[in-house]
C-alpha cells in the first residue's frame, strides 16, 4: 500500500497546481534581448513579438541569489516598461545564467536544498522588483545524471514557490521556462532531462536548436550551424524536437529556437566552397561568429555568393577564402512554419539586436500569422 500513496499523494499535488499553473499559452513569438549586444531596449520593435526575454541574471556562487551586475540595473529595471510602450501586450521575462555563465555554479546550487531555496526565493524577488512577467533558467548544460535529477528537483521547488507568492500576493503567477539543450539528453541517453519534472513545472522550454557547427568545434570543415534537417547525422532541429516528443514531453510545450546571426570558417581551397567543404578554422575575426545584419553588410560589401539549401533548410554565402553559414529569411520561414505544422508551442530568436532591419522578425511573425 505504501507504494500507491506516493502517486496518490502526488496526483492531488499537481491538481492543487492547476488554478495557479501559468497555462493559457497559446503562442511563443519570442526573442532574447542582452545589453553586451549594444542594441538599446527602446530600440526593439515589440509589435513583432508576444514574449520577451532580458538577458541575463546572474547566480552569486557564495549565496546562490540571483542578481543584475550594477552596469545592467537600469536596463533591466525599465525593459518591461519600454518594450511596453510599443507593444502592451508583450510579456516579458528575466532570463537567469546564458553560455557564458559558471556551470559549476548551477550544479553547486541545484545540489542542496537550502541553495535552492535562496537561488528561487531572491529569484521571485527579482522578478517582481523589476517588473518582469517571468522567469527564464539558461543553464548550459546539467552534464551528468545527479545534475540532472537535481535540476528536475530545482523546477520542481520553483513552481511551487511560484504558485505560494501568487497566492499570498493575489497577482498572476510568473511564467516559468527554461532554455534547453535541443536534445532531450546530454549528448548519451545515460543523461537524459528529467522531463516528467520539466513539464510539471514550466511552462514551455526553448530549445537551442543552433551551434551545431562552428569553428571553435568543428574546424576542419564547414557545416550548417542550425540545419533543421541533416541526414544520417545527429545534429538537427528536427532531430531535437522529435527527440523531445519521444522523450514524453508535449509539442505544446516545445518553442523552436532561431538564430539570428552565423559562423563564419577560413576554406582550404577557395573553388571547394560548399556544406561540408574543407576548412581551416575561423574566417572572421574573434571567434568567428558574426550577427545576421553584419552578414548582410558583408554580402554586399564582397559581392559574397549566396546559397539556399533546401534539403537541410540552411543559408550560406562564400567570397574568395570565406565562409559563412547563417539562416536567411528562407530558412527562418521554413523554419516557422515547420514548428506550426508540428504543432509547437512557438519560436524564439537568439538575439534581436543581429536582425537587419527586422528581416528576420517581420518575417518569422507573417510565416506563423495570427
Not at 545534475?147 to 520553483?158: I, S, V
Request: hydrophobic content about 40%; some cysteine; charged content about 10%.
Amino acid at each position: 500500500m505504501a507504494i500507491n500513496i506516493i502517486p496518490l499523494f502526488f496526483s492531488i499535488f499537481l491538481v492543487s497546481f492547476q488554478p495557479y499553473f501559468s497555462v493559457g499559452q497559446t503562442v511563443v513569438k519570442g526573442g532574447y534581448w542582452f545589453p553586451g549586444s549594444g542594441f538599446a531596449v527602446s530600440d526593439i520593435n515589440s509589435t513583432l513579438f508576444t514574449h520577451l526575454f532580458c538577458a541575463f541574471a546572474d547566480v552569486n556562487s557564495q549565496t546562490y541569489q540571483v542578481t543584475i551586475s550594477s552596469s545592467n540595473q537600469a536596463q533591466f529595471q525599465t525593459f518591461t516598461k519600454t518594450v511596453q510602450q510599443k507593444n502592451p501586450s508583450v510579456k516579458t521575462l528575466l532570463s537567469i545564467g546564458g553560455g557564458g555563465s559558471n556551470v559549476n555554479t548551477f550544479a553547486s546550487m541545484a545540489s542542496q536544498s537550502s541553495s535552492r531555496k535562496s537561488f528561487i526565493d531572491s529569484s521571485i524577488k527579482l522578478a517582481r522588483s523589476n517588473n518582469f512577467l517571468g522567469l527564464d533558467l539558461d543553464w548550459e548544460y546539467p552534464s551528468d545524471s545527479t545534475q540532472m535529477n537535481n535540476f528536475g528537483t530545482l523546477l520542481t521547488e520553483w513552481r511551487a514557490a511560484v504558485v505560494t507568492e501568487a497566492k499570498s500576493s493575489g497577482k498572476t503567477p510568473l511564467m516559468l521556462s527554461a532554455a534547453v539543450l535541443y536534445l532531450s539528453y546530454y549528448y548519451s541517453s545515460s543523461v537524459t532531462y528529467p522531463i516528467q519534472a520539466i513539464s510539471n513545472s514550466l511552462d514551455w522550454i526553448n530549445l537551442m536548436a543552433y551551434d551545431f557547427y562552428g569553428p571553435g568545434w568543428s574546424p576542419s570543415s564547414t557545416g550548417p550551424p542550425a540545419a533543421l534537417y541533416n541526414s544520417g547525422n545527429l545534429e538537427s532541429g528536427d532531430n531535437g524536437v522529435r527527440s523531445w516528443i519521444q522523450a514524453g514531453m508535449s509539442a505544446k510545450k516545445l518553442v523552436l529556437g532561431l538564430p539570428f546571426y552565423g559562423w563564419s570558417w577560413r576554406l582550404t581551397n577557395s573553388n571547394n566552397n560548399g556544406l561540408f567543404a574543407p576548412a581551416n578554422g575561423q574566417g572572421l575575426a574573434g571567434d568567428g561568429s558574426i550577427g545576421y545584419n553584419q552578414i548582410k553588410q558583408y554580402i554586399t560589401q564582397n559581392r559574397a555568393t549566396k546559397v539556399f539549401n533546401v534539403t537541410v533548410v540552411t543559408d550560406y554565402c562564400y567570397s574568395g577564402t570565406t565562409w559563412i553559414g547563417y539562416d536567411d529569411t528562407q530558412s527562418i520561414s521554413t523554419k516557422v512554419a515547420y514548428a506550426k505544422g508540428k504543432g509547437l508551442l512557438g519560436y524564439f530568436a537568439w538575439h534581436v539586436g543581429a536582425d537587419d532591419n527586422w528581416a528576420l522578425s517581420s518575417k518569422a511573425l507573417q510565416t506563423w500569422g495570427a
